[in-house]
């Protein structure tokens, strides 16, 4: 549904996008992180046909964006990052108009109810809060029924519960086939929705995977107590000393260092005393990136 190819995208001296590669395929939902600035929006505007690419190509559909504009934009939903609505307008209004541009409308009842603002068809848009206004862009982006959905940074000031709705809408689009490219600067909700993701940083895709390779990709930690005059050396296990005289020992394979830590400690006849194992969060990895900075690029997927 989508595939880049060595895409770039400059803004006189600076190249904001680096020579991308990616693809997404049908019913896929395909998150794209990183730092403030690392390019996403300005890729994102690349698919969605707004610009010209510098290099590289873009497809979505099979065609290319912005030169097949007619053949791509009736087939793709956009919610970007700031709406514009005009202020007067009510709710149900604004997506009337909407509907009224629109080719294979959804009912505008239906539009509003699938994000939640079924009931507020008749408030005028200036009275919307924020997060209400992100909804309300997130309506008119599904009018068309589109294949392709992309949402940049669609869930910002929704409450938690407004938050928990969207995933769910996500979820319930991408099973009926909807490919969904995501911008987020929730991992939460990347970890939740993406079955695929990439994390940018100035510029490129620093890694990339479903997000299971992704958190792969930094140490799993396991931390523990060790008895009094046991010591650290005395271990199975390469470990240092970790913060409230706790051990810690970095492992990139937590089944086996676990394993090995557990059955010295049987025979010893040692207790690990709070035993904490667990694999490294997105937000780990996306931290390592942004403290490394551009160092090392590379990718998990073959
Ligand atoms: N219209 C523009 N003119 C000049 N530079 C721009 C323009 N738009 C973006 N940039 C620059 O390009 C880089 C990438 O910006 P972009 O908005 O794509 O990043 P982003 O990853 O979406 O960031 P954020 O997470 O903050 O939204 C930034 O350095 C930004 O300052």
């Not at 982006?141 to 938690?160: I, K, M, N, Q, S």
């Not at 005059?229 to 000393?241: E, T």
């Amino acid at each position: 549904m989508i595939e880049v190819n060595g895409l770039r995208r400059r803004y006189g001296d600076h190249e904001a996008v680096r020579g991308l590669d990616f693809t997404v395929r049908r019913g896929e939902v395909f998150a794209l992180l990183g730092t403030n600035g690392a390019g996403k929006t300005s890729t994102v505007e690349l698919l969605e046909g707004l610009a010209p690419a510098d290099g590289g190509q873009v497809r979505v559909l099979g065609h290319d964006p912005y030169l097949d504009r007619f053949a791509v934009r009736p087939r793709i939903g956009l919610m970007l990052q700031e709406g514009g609505f005009p202020a007067e307008l009510t709710v149900g209004e604004t997506a009337r108009m909407w509907a009224g541009c629109t080719t294979r409308a959804r009912p505008v009842v239906e539009s509003l109810s699938l994000v939640g603002l079924g009931r507020r068809a008749d408030v005028r848009v200036k009275q919307l809060s924020g997060g209400e206004r992100r909804r309300l862009d997130l309506a008119l982006a599904l009018t068309g029924r589109p294949e392709v959905l992309f949402l940049d940074e669609p869930t910002t000031g929704f409450d938690p519960q407004a938050r928990r709705d969207a995933w769910e809408l996500v979820r319930v689009l991408r099973d009926e086939g909807v490919t969904v490219l995501l911008t987020t600067h929730y991992l939460e909700e990347a970890e939740e929705l993406a079955d695929q993701l990439a994390i940018m940083n100035e510029g490129r895709i620093v890694v990339s995977g479903t997000p299971a390779e992704v958190m792969a990709e930094q140490p799993a930690r396991i931390r523990f107590g060790l008895p009094a005059g046991v010591p650290i050396g005395a271990l199975p296990v390469p470990a240092v000393a970790g913060e409230g005289g706790r051990v810690l020992v970095e492992t990139r394979e937590m089944q086996r260092s676990l394993t090995e830590l557990l059955l010295w400690a049987r025979d010893q006849g040692i207790e690990l005393a709070a035993l904490d194992a667990r694999s490294a969060t997105l937000e780990e990895v996306f931290l390592g990136i942004a403290a490394r900075g551009n160092e090392s690029v590379r990718e998990v997927v073959a």
